[in-house]
């Protein structure tokens, strides 16, 4: 797909690592200039570095209200447009509801559901007003499953999904796509919050994800026909069930 995106200019949030760095990755392999949006600054530069000037970093803490306002503004101050945004960064809280802890709920709901929103809202006017653009949200295969050991992460992912397919319906007239990618579980730092026990049992049955995996549907989704919308891939590792 070696250049499928040339002129496209793609922004990117949770870019610095895990399956954000890896579709910024691919998404510059296709030819596009990328802005990589994450609140990480030295991991953030590390990667721009080694990914060339093609890559724009932008620092940015999407739990800031006032800093998350400011994304849409800064990402064309950097790149002159968006023509496709990748709502990735998000966060995890797993384990039994009685054991969470009631801050961290806040503060996943919050990144996980609306910044989402907002970012999908900030950048709707751009992509109507030039009449074309792509919006994928990084969802999770817990929007299709109700997984015991997960509920809030879970819930957040179940909330999104039907956000996005219902933005989808509304603007898919003025000539955009809406999707969601929905993978099982992918070796990233996240999953450092998962139970031990189903930690240790996913690696033994080979039961994880890489993020490049993703990375690859999500290159597929943005390279269709613009008669075509992926509305959401569910993928998962071969030996999930086990």
């Not at 797909?1 to 760095?21: D, N, P």
């Not at 709707?124 to 919006?135: C, V």
Request: proline content about 5%; hydrophobic content about 50%.
């Amino acid at each position: 797909m070696a250049h499928e995106l040339e002129g496209r200019v793609a922004a990117v949030t949770g870019a610095a690592s895990g399956i954000g760095l890896a579709c910024c990755e691919a998404l510059l392999a296709a030819g596009a200039r990328v802005v990589l949006i994450d609140r990480d600054n030295n991991a953030l530069a590390a990667a721009c570095q080694r990914l060339g000037a093609a890559a724009l970093p932008l620092v940015l803490d999407l739990l800031d209200p006032v800093a998350c306002a400011q994304l849409v503004p800064r990402v064309l101050d950097a790149a002159g447009r968006i023509d496709i945004f990748h709502a990735n960064a998000g966060t995890y809280v797993g384990g039994d509801l009685v054991d969470a802890d009631t801050a961290a709920i806040d503060r996943m709901l919050n990144l996980n559901i609306n910044v989402v929103m907002k970012n999908v809202h900030d950048v709707l006017p751009h992509m109507m007003a030039r009449g074309s653009g792509d919006i994928i949200v990084t969802s999770s295969l817990a929007a299709h499953f109700p997984t015991p050991w997960e509920p809030v992460y879970a819930a957040s992912k179940w909330a999104i999904d039907c956000f996005v397919q219902t933005v989808r319906r509304q603007v898919f007239k003025h000539g955009l796509r809406v999707g969601s990618v929905s993978p099982g579980p992918v070796i990233s730092a996240l999953l450092a919050d998962w139970p031990a026990d189903k930690l240790q049992q996913a690696k033994a049955a080979g039961s994880l994800l890489d993020a490049a995996d993703v990375a690859d549907v999500v290159l597929f989704m943005l390279t269709r026909s613009r008669g075509m919308t992926i509305r959401d891939v569910v993928m998962l590792p071969t030996n999930f069930d086990l």
